[in-house]
């Protein structure tokens, strides 16, 4: 892949990923608007393993909240149960998207990269973004997480798996009809995506493997590289900013490029 090629990607994926505005969406887009040839599954995973280093490093806070409630040691009672409790959340969460991927890839994973379906799904996916977040109230944090909510908020997550309905998005909305703040919000969403991420890295990284192209290998892992430095730039964007607005700027984006989508589909094309 063409170097210019790889670096629009990933600049795409590192901003897109954590906001609510669909990467897979993006990635799917990018070969119908440019002309060039589909960067296929494995470069889409491989921006998305970058994207994950940086949720990594920038959570590394609660990352050792959740490690020291596991691992106990001295510590305050209330700070572990804390730290336990979020840990469980974060893999209970991930379950229902890991299955019902698991099934999407066996029976085909390339079934949804389809133009029509990210276009109807970035403007559908957006009204419940913007209904949410008029009508949910902002009285929670992720201190205030349940396992009933944390069930609701995994079961939201599948709908990502819809190229257009954005994973961050969708978590956002389901967090926001139950009442959460917005950074809370976005907080529980992006640990939400490490363990999703690094399965799907897991799956793709073993169809590289068995590919033994180096050419791949040096592409992936450039592709990875700069979304991981994009992405980490893109997180504090938006928990600063979020912290100021709500997510009507994103829902005005969201019907807009996919309301340009579809009239390029039906009427241009």
């Not at 994207?51 to 510590?75: C, E, H, M, N, S």
């Amino acid at each position: 892949m063409p170097f210019l090629h790889i670096v629009v990607l990933t600049i795409i994926q590192g901003i897109t990923e954590f906001l609510p505005v669909s990467s897979s969406g993006h990635l799917v887009l990018v070969p119908l608007v440019t002309g060039w040839q589909d960067q296929g599954l494995v470069m889409d995973v491989a921006v998305h393993v970058g994207t994950l280093a940086a949720v990594l490093v920038y959570f590394w806070r609660d990352l050792g909240q959740i490690l020291l409630g596991w691992l106990g040691g001295k510590w305050g009672r209330r700070d572990r149960r804390l730290g336990r409790a979020l840990g469980f959340y974060v893999v209970i969460s991930a379950v229902p998207v890991i299955v019902a991927g698991g099934v999407i890839y066996a029976l085909g994973h390339a079934v949804l990269r389809d133009p029509e379906i990210v276009a109807w799904a970035t403007v559908g996916f957006g009204i419940l973004l913007y209904l949410a977040d008029r009508m949910g109230m902002t009285i929670r944090t992720v201190e205030h997480l349940t396992f009933a909510h944390v069930l609701f908020i995994g079961f939201a997550q599948v709908l990502a798996l819809v190229p257009g309905a954005s994973r961050s998005g969708v978590t956002m909305t389901a967090a926001r009809w139950l009442g959460y703040e917005r950074p809370a919000a976005a907080r529980f969403a992006m640990l939400m995506s490490i363990p999703v991420i690094a399965a799907s890295g897991a799956v793709a990284g073993f169809e590289v493997w068995q590919q033994g192209d180096p050419i791949v290998y040096g592409s992936a892992g450039l592709a990875a590289a700069l979304s991981f430095l994009v992405a980490l730039i893109a997180i504090a964007g938006l928990l600063a900013l979020i912290r100021r607005v709500s997510f009507t700027p994103f829902v005005i984006y969201r019907l807009a490029l996919g309301g340009a989508v579809l009239v390029w589909l039906y009427y241009l094309a």
